[in-house]
Protein backbone atom coordinates (compact mmCIF):
# COMPACT_ATOMS: atom_id res chain seq x y z
CA UNK A 1 0.00 0.00 0.00
CA UNK A 2 1.18 3.68 -0.96
CA UNK A 3 0.37 6.14 1.82
CA UNK A 4 -1.00 8.28 -1.06
CA UNK A 5 -4.31 5.32 -1.79
CA UNK A 6 -4.43 5.95 2.13
CA UNK A 7 -4.80 9.77 1.91
CA UNK A 8 -7.23 9.10 -0.92
CA UNK A 9 -9.36 6.75 1.14
CA UNK A 10 -9.25 8.13 4.01
CA UNK A 11 -10.64 11.24 2.34
CA UNK A 12 -13.39 9.71 0.44
CA UNK A 13 -14.44 8.16 4.12
CA UNK A 14 -15.00 12.01 4.95
CA UNK A 15 -16.22 13.53 1.68
CA UNK A 16 -18.33 10.50 0.55
CA UNK A 17 -17.76 12.69 -2.73
CA UNK A 18 -15.24 11.48 -5.50
CA UNK A 19 -15.33 15.28 -7.16
CA UNK A 20 -15.30 16.70 -3.95
CA UNK A 21 -12.05 14.55 -2.66
CA UNK A 22 -10.39 15.43 -6.21
CA UNK A 23 -10.56 19.30 -5.34
CA UNK A 24 -9.46 18.68 -1.95
CA UNK A 25 -6.14 16.71 -2.52
CA UNK A 26 -5.51 18.57 -5.99
CA UNK A 27 -6.19 15.97 -8.10
CA UNK A 28 -8.17 14.77 -10.77
CA UNK A 29 -11.14 12.96 -10.19
CA UNK A 30 -9.70 10.24 -12.96
CA UNK A 31 -6.86 9.71 -10.86
CA UNK A 32 -8.52 9.74 -7.35
CA UNK A 33 -10.38 6.39 -8.75
CA UNK A 34 -7.68 4.75 -10.83
CA UNK A 35 -5.86 5.07 -7.24
CA UNK A 36 -8.87 3.98 -5.35
CA UNK A 37 -8.86 0.61 -7.74
CA UNK A 38 -5.20 0.26 -7.26
CA UNK A 39 -5.76 0.01 -3.59
CA UNK A 40 -8.56 -2.19 -3.82
CA UNK A 41 -6.73 -4.46 -6.07
CA UNK A 42 -3.38 -4.68 -3.63
CA UNK A 43 -5.32 -5.51 -0.56
CA UNK A 44 -8.06 -7.73 -2.27
CA UNK A 45 -10.90 -5.80 -0.52
CA UNK A 46 -13.98 -3.91 -2.09
CA UNK A 47 -13.63 -0.91 -0.14
CA UNK A 48 -16.69 1.70 -1.91
CA UNK A 49 -19.99 0.70 -4.09
CA UNK A 50 -19.59 3.35 -6.87
CA UNK A 51 -21.34 3.60 -10.29
CA UNK A 52 -20.14 5.11 -13.32
CA UNK A 53 -21.65 8.33 -13.34
CA UNK A 54 -22.42 9.29 -9.43
CA UNK A 55 -20.23 11.24 -7.87
CA UNK A 56 -21.35 9.94 -4.77
CA UNK A 57 -20.39 6.48 -2.80
CA UNK A 58 -20.75 4.07 0.05
CA UNK A 59 -18.70 2.61 2.04
CA UNK A 60 -19.10 -1.05 2.03
CA UNK A 61 -18.77 -3.15 5.37
CA UNK A 62 -14.86 -4.19 4.59
CA UNK A 63 -14.06 -0.93 4.33
CA UNK A 64 -16.01 0.43 7.25
CA UNK A 65 -13.60 -2.40 8.89
CA UNK A 66 -10.56 -0.68 6.84
CA UNK A 67 -10.88 2.60 7.96
CA UNK A 68 -9.38 2.06 11.49
CA UNK A 69 -6.51 0.24 10.21
CA UNK A 70 -5.88 3.03 7.60
CA UNK A 71 -6.03 5.61 10.32
CA UNK A 72 -3.09 3.33 11.79
CA UNK A 73 -0.68 3.13 8.65
CA UNK A 74 -1.45 6.95 8.11
CA UNK A 75 -0.50 7.83 11.98
CA UNK A 76 2.36 5.22 11.49
CA UNK A 77 3.86 6.77 8.30
CA UNK A 78 3.74 10.39 10.27
CA UNK A 79 5.44 8.92 13.11
CA UNK A 80 8.33 7.14 10.34
CA UNK A 81 8.61 10.49 9.14
CA UNK A 82 8.85 12.30 12.23
CA UNK A 83 11.29 9.89 13.05
CA UNK A 84 13.08 11.20 9.97
CA UNK A 85 13.45 14.44 10.27
CA UNK A 86 14.22 15.07 14.03
CA UNK A 87 17.00 14.81 16.12
CA UNK A 88 16.72 11.47 17.96
CA UNK A 89 15.41 11.09 21.47
CA UNK A 90 15.11 9.27 24.36
CA UNK A 91 11.55 8.08 25.56
CA UNK A 92 9.50 6.48 28.52
CA UNK A 93 6.13 4.69 28.55
CA UNK A 94 5.28 3.63 32.11
CA UNK A 95 1.75 2.62 33.17
CA UNK A 96 0.64 2.19 36.74
CA UNK A 97 -3.01 1.33 38.58
CA UNK A 98 -4.58 4.70 39.55
CA UNK A 99 -3.54 4.99 43.63
CA UNK A 100 -0.18 3.57 43.30
CA UNK A 101 0.33 7.20 40.22
CA UNK A 102 -1.07 9.31 42.38
CA UNK A 103 0.89 7.95 45.68
CA UNK A 104 4.13 5.87 45.38
CA UNK A 105 5.26 6.91 41.92
CA UNK A 106 4.76 11.07 41.91
CA UNK A 107 8.42 11.27 43.24
CA UNK A 108 9.57 8.34 41.05
CA UNK A 109 8.37 10.79 38.10
CA UNK A 110 9.68 13.74 38.96
CA UNK A 111 13.31 12.51 39.52
CA UNK A 112 12.92 11.25 35.47
CA UNK A 113 11.56 14.21 34.55
CA UNK A 114 14.49 16.34 36.22
CA UNK A 115 17.10 13.22 35.10
CA UNK A 116 19.80 14.18 32.28
CA UNK A 117 19.74 13.48 29.28
CA UNK A 118 16.32 14.53 28.95
CA UNK A 119 13.58 11.67 28.71
CA UNK A 120 10.23 12.34 27.23
CA UNK A 121 8.00 10.73 29.38
CA UNK A 122 4.44 9.20 28.40
CA UNK A 123 2.48 7.76 31.43
CA UNK A 124 -0.50 5.99 31.23
CA UNK A 125 -3.23 4.54 33.63
CA UNK A 126 -5.07 1.92 33.59
CA UNK A 127 -6.25 -1.53 35.49
CA UNK A 128 -3.20 -4.21 36.48
CA UNK A 129 -4.74 -6.57 33.66
CA UNK A 130 -4.65 -4.19 30.80
CA UNK A 131 -1.29 -2.74 32.14
CA UNK A 132 -0.17 -6.63 31.17
CA UNK A 133 -1.94 -6.71 27.39
CA UNK A 134 -0.32 -3.15 26.82
CA UNK A 135 3.13 -4.20 28.41
CA UNK A 136 2.57 -7.48 25.85
CA UNK A 137 2.36 -5.03 22.83
CA UNK A 138 5.05 -3.35 23.57
CA UNK A 139 2.84 -0.13 23.73
CA UNK A 140 4.30 0.52 27.79
CA UNK A 141 7.83 -0.15 28.47
CA UNK A 142 7.52 -0.60 32.52
CA UNK A 143 4.35 -1.43 34.36
CA UNK A 144 2.98 -1.34 38.20
CA UNK A 145 0.45 -3.29 38.95
CA UNK A 146 -1.28 -4.63 41.89
CA UNK A 147 -1.71 -8.55 40.91
CA UNK A 148 0.50 -11.17 38.98
CA UNK A 149 -0.54 -12.44 36.18
CA UNK A 150 0.75 -15.33 34.26
CA UNK A 151 2.47 -14.46 31.01
CA UNK A 152 5.81 -16.03 29.40
CA UNK A 153 6.70 -12.63 28.29
CA UNK A 154 6.86 -10.37 31.20
CA UNK A 155 9.11 -10.83 34.57
CA UNK A 156 7.13 -9.57 37.55
CA UNK A 157 8.97 -8.40 40.27
CA UNK A 158 7.66 -7.97 43.45
CA UNK A 159 8.72 -3.74 44.26
CA UNK A 160 7.26 -3.34 48.14
CA UNK A 161 4.06 -4.35 50.56
CA UNK A 162 2.13 -1.88 52.99
CA UNK A 163 -0.76 -2.12 55.33
CA UNK A 164 -4.40 -1.55 54.93
CA UNK A 165 -5.82 1.07 56.78
CA UNK A 166 -9.05 2.96 58.15
CA UNK A 167 -9.25 6.49 57.55
CA UNK A 168 -11.89 8.87 58.42
CA UNK A 169 -13.01 12.36 59.61
CA UNK A 170 -14.52 10.83 62.62
CA UNK A 171 -12.25 11.16 65.71
CA UNK A 172 -12.61 7.77 67.09
CA UNK A 173 -10.69 8.67 70.86
CA UNK A 174 -11.14 5.29 71.98
CA UNK A 175 -9.46 3.71 68.73
CA UNK A 176 -6.12 4.39 69.48
CA UNK A 177 -4.80 0.82 69.35
CA UNK A 178 -6.53 0.13 66.55
CA UNK A 179 -10.28 -0.45 65.15
CA UNK A 180 -11.43 -4.21 64.79
CA UNK A 181 -13.54 -4.50 61.31
CA UNK A 182 -16.75 -5.78 63.51
CA UNK A 183 -16.59 -1.90 64.98
CA UNK A 184 -16.92 -0.45 61.81
CA UNK A 185 -20.69 0.23 60.44
CA UNK A 186 -20.99 -0.89 56.89
CA UNK A 187 -23.70 1.54 55.83
CA UNK A 188 -21.15 4.26 56.47
CA UNK A 189 -18.40 2.88 53.76
CA UNK A 190 -16.87 4.25 51.27
CA UNK A 191 -15.42 1.17 49.11
CA UNK A 192 -12.92 0.85 46.49
CA UNK A 193 -12.27 -3.18 45.43
CA UNK A 194 -8.53 -3.19 46.08
CA UNK A 195 -8.09 -6.37 44.66
CA UNK A 196 -9.93 -10.26 44.86
CA UNK A 197 -7.73 -11.08 47.74
CA UNK A 198 -9.13 -7.96 49.89
CA UNK A 199 -12.81 -8.89 48.62
CA UNK A 200 -12.90 -12.03 50.07
CA UNK A 201 -11.37 -10.63 53.59
CA UNK A 202 -13.80 -7.41 53.33
CA UNK A 203 -17.05 -9.89 52.29
CA UNK A 204 -16.52 -12.05 55.49
CA UNK A 205 -16.78 -9.12 57.89
CA UNK A 206 -19.50 -7.29 56.14
CA UNK A 207 -22.50 -8.09 53.83
CA UNK A 208 -21.55 -7.29 50.26
CA UNK A 209 -25.28 -6.02 49.11
CA UNK A 210 -25.16 -3.32 52.65
CA UNK A 211 -27.53 -0.71 51.67
CA UNK A 212 -26.06 2.85 52.14
CA UNK A 213 -22.68 1.84 50.83
CA UNK A 214 -20.89 4.36 48.37
CA UNK A 215 -18.63 2.03 46.02
CA UNK A 216 -16.24 3.99 43.73
CA UNK A 217 -13.42 3.19 41.27
CA UNK A 218 -10.48 5.63 42.06
CA UNK A 219 -9.03 7.07 45.26
CA UNK A 220 -9.41 10.25 44.73
CA UNK A 221 -12.94 10.11 45.02
CA UNK A 222 -12.57 8.67 48.23
CA UNK A 223 -11.44 11.70 50.29
CA UNK A 224 -13.92 14.06 48.63
CA UNK A 225 -16.31 11.20 49.55
CA UNK A 226 -15.10 11.52 52.92
CA UNK A 227 -15.80 15.47 53.26
CA UNK A 228 -19.09 14.96 52.05
CA UNK A 229 -20.42 12.66 54.27
CA UNK A 230 -19.30 13.24 57.72
CA UNK A 231 -19.17 9.81 60.15
CA UNK A 232 -18.33 7.64 56.93
CA UNK A 233 -14.77 5.75 56.90
CA UNK A 234 -12.83 4.06 54.22
CA UNK A 235 -10.45 1.32 54.38
CA UNK A 236 -7.43 2.15 51.91
CA UNK A 237 -3.40 1.17 51.53
CA UNK A 238 -1.31 2.95 54.40
CA UNK A 239 0.78 5.22 51.16
CA UNK A 240 -2.83 6.58 49.98
CA UNK A 241 -3.84 7.77 53.61
CA UNK A 242 -0.42 8.91 54.24
CA UNK A 243 -1.04 10.66 50.60
CA UNK A 244 -4.18 11.84 52.05
CA UNK A 245 -2.74 13.40 54.97
CA UNK A 246 -0.82 16.07 53.11
CA UNK A 247 -3.82 18.12 52.07
CA UNK A 248 -6.39 17.05 54.26
CA UNK A 249 -7.48 16.58 58.26
CA UNK A 250 -7.91 12.95 58.00
CA UNK A 251 -7.91 10.33 60.68
CA UNK A 252 -5.88 7.53 60.73
CA UNK A 253 -6.49 4.67 62.37
CA UNK A 254 -4.76 0.58 61.94
CA UNK A 255 -6.85 -2.51 61.90
CA UNK A 256 -7.15 -5.38 64.54
CA UNK A 257 -8.14 -7.97 61.98
CA UNK A 258 -6.28 -6.94 59.24
CA UNK A 259 -6.52 -7.45 55.59
CA UNK A 260 -4.06 -9.10 53.53
CA UNK A 261 -1.26 -6.76 52.44
CA UNK A 262 -1.07 -4.87 49.55
CA UNK A 263 1.68 -5.76 47.50
CA UNK A 264 3.09 -3.99 44.30
CA UNK A 265 4.96 -5.41 41.31
CA UNK A 266 6.80 -3.96 38.32
CA UNK A 267 6.31 -5.65 35.25
CA UNK A 268 8.58 -6.00 32.12
CA UNK A 269 8.60 -7.54 28.94
CA UNK A 270 11.37 -10.46 28.63
CA UNK A 271 12.93 -8.96 25.34
CA UNK A 272 12.33 -5.36 26.38
CA UNK A 273 12.89 -2.08 24.38
CA UNK A 274 16.63 -0.28 24.23
CA UNK A 275 15.73 2.42 26.56
CA UNK A 276 14.56 0.23 29.30
CA UNK A 277 17.75 -1.59 29.17
CA UNK A 278 19.78 1.56 29.26
CA UNK A 279 18.16 2.88 32.36
CA UNK A 280 17.38 -0.07 34.38
CA UNK A 281 19.70 0.63 36.96
CA UNK A 282 18.71 4.27 37.62
CA UNK A 283 15.13 3.12 37.62
CA UNK A 284 15.96 0.49 40.04
CA UNK A 285 17.61 3.07 42.12
CA UNK A 286 14.92 5.65 42.04
CA UNK A 287 12.59 3.43 42.97
CA UNK A 288 14.32 2.19 46.26
CA UNK A 289 15.27 5.41 47.54
CA UNK A 290 11.16 6.14 47.04
CA UNK A 291 10.48 3.21 49.00
Known sequence: MHIDDIE??????????????????????????????????????????RKRGQKKIKVTPKGQQFIFIAQRW???????????????????????????NTTF???????LIKHTPKTKLKIITSTSPE????????????GFVLREISSKNIISEQVFREPMVVISMSNYNDKRKGIHPSDLDPHFEILLNWSPTYMIWHNYWWDPY?????EVDTTSIIVESLKDNPGHWSIVPKSVALHALLSHNLYVYELTDPPPDRICYKITHRYPNSIVVQKTELINDYIHDII
Do not use: M
Request: aromatic share 8%; hydrophobic share 40%; no cysteine.
Open 8 to 49: IFLTLVRTFNLSKTAEQLHLSQSTVSRRLTVLENNIGIKLFE
Open 74 to 100: STLWQEIHSLRNTAPHLSLAIGSVDSL
Open 105 to 111: LLPFYQK
Open 131 to 142: LYELLEKHEIDI
Open 210 to 214: ISGRI
